[in-house]
């Protein structure tokens, strides 16, 4: 597929492999390591998604899609006694990560729009779909309420941050290595 292949800038496969290590281990270890508070965690796993699809070319986005949610597992209390309810989130949230990094690739890198309307349409869909899928579970009385704003609000604000952190890292490190 084209589309994963798009890159803001071209990096050798030694440096792409080098990367995807380095997000990779960002996204398992972050929730795995510090746990709480979300936001923190969040915001790195969010930067490291989008740095990936600005940066990796083809399946090399896949651990950074994947990981976080097996860090989260991992530790198991993040959720406290509710970590249980995050096994029936796995696939959205992959799914939501994949949203994220997608958008990346389409509207920034295929289509050249600007980075922070790139980075409002990847929230509304990672988000949208991500709290569509928090409310149904809800409403099927497979999740307890307090998922809604972990999978809605919360989101919103790791991903808006977490766009503007990768936004500076992506641009330093672009004008010190091609400017």
């Known amino acids: 597929m084209k ?10 496969n030694i ?6 290590i380095v997000y990779s281990v960002v996204c398992f ?8 508070p979300q936001i923190v965690v969040g915001i790195l796993v969010n930067a490291a998604l989008i740095l990936a699809a600005l940066n990796l070319k083809g399946a090399k986005v896949l651990p950074v899609i994947i990981l976080p949610c097996l860090g989260v597992l991992s530790r198991g209390i993040i ?5 249980i309810f995050l096994i029936y989130f796995i696939p959205f949230i992959w799914i939501s990560n994949a949203l994220l990094v997608f958008a990346f690739k389409f509207f920034k890198l295929k289509h050249k729009l600007n980075y922070f309307i790139t980075l409002f349409l990847g929230i509304v869909f990672k988000c949208s779909f991500l709290f569509a899928a928090a409310l149904i ?4 009385s ?3 309420v307090m998922f809604l704003s972990t999978m809605g609000f919360m989101q919103i604000i790791t991903a808006a941050i977490g766009g503007i952190v990768a936004f ?11 400017g």
């Open 3 to 12: 589309l994963l292949n798009l890159q803001d800038y071209v990096l050798t």
């Open 29 to 36: 270890f972050a929730p795995l390591m510090i746990g709480h």
């Open 79 to 83: 959720f406290g006694p509710l970590t």
């Open 15 to 20: 440096w792409q492999n080098f990367e995807m």
């Open 168 to 178: 500076g890292v992506h641009y330093s490190k672009k004008r010190m290595n091609y």
């Open 137 to 140: 579970l809800y409403k099927l």
């Open 142 to 144: 497979v999740v307890p």
